[in-house]
């Protein structure tokens, strides 16, 4: 028998139409010169080796397959479980909650400190213009009254000229 698989084998090799179940249980030999054992299926799986997915038996429906027995120590070890990813969640949430607070109130805050800032910057600059309105203010007095001074001096030269001139 394993000569005529043997044979079998050789001949689907040399074909090049390899056939599984022609070669379970045979050693091959291929170009390179290695030695494949092909492995002998046991049983059921021997008889499946030829079938297609599609055809071979289906998986029982979650309704037929049998529950599994849980004993009173691995469900208390499930709520255990249970208690200690709850806990973690309401310790995480409450973190998370902890942290946008802080982050709301230190943009607040910057917020705040923006506006001062502003408004401070804002009191400098009309602080500033009105200096440089009142001494530019002060500079036109100062011109008016040198040109008024300026205007005297040279309607009294005028007049003493014209006093001088009436005495000749």
Partial sequence: AAAAKAAKAAKAQSTGNLDKSALLGTSLTLSGGLVYLVASNSGKEEEEVGRSASRARPRA???KRSKP????????MAR??????????REAKAKAKAQAKAKAQAQAASEKAA??????????????AAEREAKAKERAAQVAKAAAEREAKAKERAEKAEAKAKER
Avoid: F, L, N
């Fill in 61 to 63: 429906p979650p309704s």
């Fill in 115 to 128: 506006k001062e800032r502003a408004a401070e910057a804002k009191a400098r600059a009309e602080k500033a």
């Fill in 69 to 76: 027995v849980v004993t009173q120590s691995q469900a208390a």
């Fill in 80 to 89: 255990k479980v249970a208690a200690q990813r709850a806990k973690a969640e």
